[in-house]
C-alpha cells in the first residue's frame, strides 16, 4: 500500500529512530514537495534534515497535479498530503487535528503518529511502551491519559 505522508509523521518516527517501520508496514511513502520544504527548514532538528536530504530509496517526492481547495488555516504540508493522497488513492497520514477533522469526511484512509505506533506494535516491529517513551521524549504532545489508552489499545490488537 502506498502512503502519503505529512511533515509530523515523519519528523517523530526519524526522531524516535522509529522511521524504518514505514516501510515495512507501507512499502512506498509519498512526501508532497511542500512537506519536504518543512522537514528541511532551519528550525527542523538536524536528524530530521539530515535523513529528508538523504531519503532512503521507498520514499519518494510527488507533488499533487492539482491542489485541493481546503480550509485556509492548513498548512502547505498538509494541502499537499491531503490533495496527492486523494489524486492517488492513498493512504494518508496526517496528525494535524483540523486536517483529520477534513480527511474524516472523505474516503481517505488516515492515520496519525499514534495509529503508526499501533499497527507496528500489532505487527511486533516496536514495543509499544518503549515507543511510547521515545515519543515522550520529543515535542509530541500527548498525555498521560491518552499515552495509556494508545498502549491499551496495541496490546488489545497484538494477536
Not at 522511521?19 to 512537506?35: D, F, H, K, Q, R
Not at 496527492?84 to 492515520?111: P, Q
Amino acid at each position: 500500500m502506498i502512503v502519503v505522508s505529512d511533515s509530523g509523521p515523519v519528523h517523530y518516527l526519524v526522531l524516535t529512530d522509529l522511521i524504518n517501520i514505514l516501510e515495512t508496514l507501507y512499502g512506498e511513502l509519498l512526501i508532497p514537495s511542500a512537506v519536504v520544504a518543512e522537514l528541511s527548514h532551519d528550525s527542523t532538528p538536524s536528524a530530521v534534515k539530515s535523513w529528508i536530504s538523504n531519503a532512503p530509496t521507498w520514499v519518494s517526492v510527488r507533488s499533487p497535479k492539482k491542489l485541493m481547495v481546503l480550509p485556509d488555516h492548513l498548512g502547505a504540508g498538509e494541502i499537499e498530503a491531503i490533495s496527492l493522497a486523494i489524486e492517488l488513492n492513498a493512504g494518508l497520514l496526517i496528525d494535524d487535528l483540523d486536517a483529520r477533522k477534513f480527511v474524516a469526511g472523505t474516503s481517505l484512509v488516515y492515520s496519525g503518529m499514534l495509529g503508526v505506533l499501533i499497527e507496528a506494535h500489532s505487527q511486533n516491529l516496536v514495543n509499544i511502551e518503549s515507543s511510547i517513551s521515545r515519543l515522550r521524549q520529543t515535542t509530541f504532545r500527548i498525555s498521560d491519559a491518552l499515552a495509556h489508552q494508545v498502549i491499551e489499545m496495541a496490546r488489545m490488537k497484538t494477536p
